[in-house]
């Protein structure tokens, strides 16, 4: 294809197992060039060629030098060391290092003033590679579980311990932890299964529960420890007519029926039994009244505890609405001062490289504009334990910067973050902003010397309304959303040999605002006249019910049971009355 024509345009030997291929890539007619490299071979034998070259010169290690043209035309080995040779008669001439060492042609960083031709200079691998042998060729990548800091040279690289993180090219072993990203954002609850007051106050009062807690908090656990009580009662007035004078009996079963008949709600003072159901419908309506209570002030839910007065304690006076709005859209005069801290807000970008040798001095954070790139100061800069981390103040929300690291130095991944000041005016709430996301390839890959992410941001307006009166509080923060795509950011060893040909390493960080924002919104399910009002229609219902089943018993069973045991068993219906009752039907 077009990208093969001009392969080994110039073929050198440099040693028995070495050799340097001249790669210039023509267009099919030769006449448009695109580009020339150096293929260097490390270990090759008599039969097949690799696939891919050991290294390729420009590369980062060694750049092709500012005096020396673009277009190479012939190499010649002398016998191990290279010498390049460009269309404008320069030469750079690249000698041979032993391990450990590399032949550097960055005129920048050399000893003797820069000449023709250019001869490289000996340098010491880098933080995050070595080399294994000598030759012309460049330091290679420490394989991922691996490590070189680079203090001395790198002839080998040092294994890393399985929980840390060392990538490939990795300079240090950096704890995992590091690597952790910080979020504020959260999923807002979802609306509750039951809503409806009058379904949570049946549901938490007719419903029994297995574990101590729900057995203690349940009221029909209490309504039967009382019907216990009651039948104890009763059993101790049937044992009346056994151990109690027949006189004295009639006497006392006549106080404890008058005294339950004083308390009956349901017949109206009638019925002694009326007695025994109202005490237990007391008892329910006092319990439904603390719920009722209790419930009323589970809220707003995030500003309350568990709620220990009910079987389930995530119960919340609260229900949820979530939506998204258009920017479009005017703001509202309630929420527009909301939205006015959020504009005003500060931010301050935080950037860390993790495992890298870089120091502070080869970082510049720059703006990026339409027209111009403009440098920014730095808050703060350090570089400790092969993380450097520096921090600026952003001059507005909306904005495209670049950090660019002028070195050759590797990086194993990046964290990248936005802070800024809480604020407080009225009702309206701005939160702290504090975020770090972090970057890194799970496989093992190095980052690439140029990659870029678009973070973007979305303001979310939490209104809580009010449990009484008419006035909502907000309160505002940032979310972020960030853009990237891992296989581009971070490389592997053969992508690193072919593409990694700059003396810098530049990260682009492009910061916008969605067209929309997330509108949350908490509110009561229940007020305090609601509440009221329902559990006193609750309390009703339970005395209605009650005088039903007492009714239908009066009216349909008990005569039913009456003419059935009068039919069967006579002697018992006619023994039923005792003469004190039968004297005050006289009455």
Same mark, same amino acid.
């Given at each position: 294809?077009?990208?093969?024509?001009?392969?080994?345009?110039?073929?050198?030997?440099?040693?028995?197992?070495?050799?340097?291929?001249?790669?210039?890539?023509?267009?099919?007619?030769?006449?448009?060039?695109?580009?020339?490299?150096?293929?260097?071979?490390?270990?090759?034998?008599?039969?097949?060629?690799?696939?891919?070259?050991?290294?390729?010169?420009?590369?980062?290690?060694?750049?092709?030098?500012?005096?020396?043209?673009?277009?190479?035309?012939?190499?010649?080995?002398?016998?191990?060391?290279?010498?390049?040779?460009?269309?404008?008669?320069?030469?750079?001439?690249?000698?041979?290092?032993?391990?450990?060492?590399? @032949?550097?042609?960055?005129?920048?960083?050399?000893?003797?003033?820069?000449?023709?031709?250019?001869?490289?200079?000996?340098?010491?691998?880098?933080?995050?590679?070595?080399?294994?042998?000598?030759?012309?060729?460049?330091?290679?990548?420490?394989?991922?579980?691996?490590?070189?800091?680079?203090?001395?040279?790198?002839?080998?690289?040092?294994?890393?311990?399985?929980?840390?993180?060392?990538?490939?090219?990795?300079?240090?072993?950096?704890?995992?932890?590091?690597?952790?990203?910080?979020?504020?954002?959260?999923?807002?609850?979802?609306?509750?299964?039951?809503?409806?007051?009058?379904?949570?106050?049946?549901?938490?009062?007719?419903?029994?529960?297995?574990?101590?807690?729900?057995?203690?908090?349940?009221?029909?656990?209490?309504?039967?420890?009382?019907?216990?009580?009651?039948?104890?009662? !009763?059993?101790?007035?049937?044992?009346?007519?056994?151990?109690?004078?027949?006189?004295?009996?009639?006497?006392?079963?006549?106080?404890?029926?008058?005294?339950?008949?004083?308390?009956?709600?349901?017949?109206?003072?009638?019925?002694?039994?009326?007695?025994?159901?109202?005490?237990?419908?007391?008892?329910?309506?006092?319990?439904?009244?603390?719920?009722?209570?209790?419930?009323?002030?589970?809220?707003?839910?995030?500003?309350?505890?568990?709620?220990?007065?009910?079987?389930?304690?995530?119960?919340?006076?609260?229900?949820?609405?979530?939506? !998204?709005?258009?920017?479009?859209?005017?703001?509202?005069?309630?929420?527009?001062?909301?939205?006015?801290?959020?504009?005003?807000?500060?931010?301050?970008?935080?950037?860390?490289?993790?495992?890298?040798?870089?120091?502070?001095?080869?970082?510049?954070?720059?703006?990026?504009?339409?027209?111009?790139?403009?440098?920014?100061?730095?808050?703060?800069?350090?570089?400790?334990?092969?993380?450097?981390?520096?921090?600026?103040?952003?001059?507005?929300?909306?904005?495209?910067?670049?950090?660019?690291?002028?070195?050759?130095? !590797?990086?194993?991944?990046?964290?990248?973050?936005?802070?800024?000041?809480?604020?407080?005016?009225?009702?309206?709430?701005?939160?702290?902003?504090?975020?770090?996301?972090?970057?890194?390839?799970?496989?093992?890959?190095?980052?690439?010397?140029?990659?870029?992410?678009?973070?973007?941001?979305?303001?979310?307006?939490?209104?809580?309304?009010?449990?009484?009166?008419?006035?909502?509080?907000?309160?505002?923060?940032?979310?972020?959303?960030?853009?990237?795509?891992?296989?581009?950011?971070?490389?592997?060893?053969?992508?690193?040999?072919?593409?990694?040909?700059?003396?810098?390493?530049?990260?682009?960080?492009?910061?916008?605002?969605?067209?929309?924002?997330?509108?949350?919104?908490?509110?009561?399910?229940?007020?305090?006249?609601?509440?009221?009002?329902?559990?006193?229609?609750?309390?009703?219902?339970?005395?209605?019910?009650?005088?039903?089943?007492?009714?239908?018993?009066?009216?349909?069973?008990?005569?039913?049971?009456?003419?059935?045991?009068?039919?069967?068993?006579?002697?018992?219906?006619?023994?039923?009355? @005792?003469?004190?009752?039968?004297?005050?039907?006289?009455?």
């Amino acid at each position: 294809n077009g990208q093969s024509v001009g392969y080994g345009k110039s073929i050198t030997w440099l040693t028995s197992s070495q050799a340097a291929i001249l790669v210039t890539t023509y267009s099919f007619n030769y006449i448009t060039w695109y580009s020339s490299k150096v293929y260097l071979y490390t270990s090759l034998n008599d039969t097949i060629v690799p696939s891919s070259p050991s290294a390729v010169i420009p590369n980062a290690q060694q750049p092709i030098p500012s005096t020396i043209n673009s277009k190479l035309i012939r190499i010649v080995s002398t016998p191990a060391s290279l010498a390049i040779l460009d269309t404008s008669g320069g030469v750079i001439l690249i000698l041979a290092e032993s391990s450990g060492y590399y @032949p550097s042609t960055d005129t920048s960083n050399s000893p003797v003033a820069a000449a023709m031709p250019v001869v490289s200079h000996s340098t010491k691998c880098i933080g995050g590679t070595y080399k294994p042998n000598t030759g012309v060729h460049p330091c290679i990548l420490c394989p991922s579980g691996s490590r070189n800091p680079g203090t001395i040279a790198g002839t080998s690289c040092m294994t890393c311990s399985s929980n840390s993180f060392c990538p490939l090219g990795a300079v240090y072993e950096i704890n995992s932890t590091l690597l952790t990203s910080i979020s504020q954002a959260y999923a807002y609850p979802r609306l509750p299964e039951m809503d409806v007051f009058e379904d949570i106050l049946l549901h938490n009062m007719f419903s029994l529960g297995l574990t101590g807690h729900c057995l203690v908090v349940s009221p029909i656990f209490w309504i039967l420890i009382l019907l216990l009580i009651f039948l104890v009662l !009763l059993l101790g007035m049937a044992s009346l007519n056994w151990f109690v004078e027949p006189e004295k009996r009639d006497r006392l079963l006549t106080i404890i029926k008058n005294i339950f008949q004083r308390t009956d709600l349901i017949g109206e003072g009638e019925l002694w039994m009326g007695g025994l159901a109202s005490i237990a419908i007391v008892l329910i309506t006092v319990m439904a009244y603390a719920f009722a209570i209790s419930y009323l002030n589970q809220y707003p839910s995030e500003k309350v505890g568990p709620s220990t007065f009910a079987c389930d304690t995530t119960i919340r006076n609260a229900k949820f609405q979530s939506s !998204l709005q258009a920017l479009a859209v005017p703001i509202s005069d309630e929420e527009q001062p909301m939205f006015n801290l959020l504009n005003e807000q500060n931010f301050t970008f935080y950037l860390d490289f993790i495992n890298t040798a870089a120091s502070c001095m080869s970082l510049s954070i720059s703006e990026v504009t339409d027209s111009s790139t403009i440098s920014m100061i730095l808050l703060s800069c350090s570089d400790l334990n092969g993380t450097l981390s520096a921090t600026v103040l952003l001059p507005q929300h909306d904005i495209k910067i670049t950090a660019t690291l002028n070195d050759i130095q !590797l990086v194993g991944g990046v964290r990248v973050g936005l802070s800024g000041p809480s604020s407080k005016n009225d009702s309206d709430t701005l939160k702290e902003l504090n975020f770090r996301q972090s970057f890194y390839s799970k496989s093992g890959g190095t980052f690439a010397q140029a990659a870029t992410i678009d973070m973007v941001l979305t303001k979310v307006i939490n209104e809580t309304e009010p449990l009484s009166g008419s006035d909502s509080e907000f309160e505002g923060i940032w979310y972020p959303t960030f853009t990237y795509s891992l296989n581009e950011m971070f490389i592997t060893t053969d992508t690193y040999v072919m593409s990694a040909n700059s003396t810098s390493t530049t990260l682009t960080i492009d910061i916008r605002e969605t067209s929309y924002y997330i509108k949350n919104v908490q509110s009561p399910i229940a007020k305090q006249s609601e509440v009221i009002f329902r559990t006193l229609l609750f309390s009703f219902l339970c005395l209605e019910i009650c005088a039903m089943i007492f009714l239908i018993c009066k009216l349909l069973l008990i005569p039913i049971y009456r003419k059935v045991a009068g039919r069967y068993f006579p002697y018992s219906i006619n023994s039923v009355e @005792p003469e004190y009752e039968m004297k005050s039907n006289h009455h």
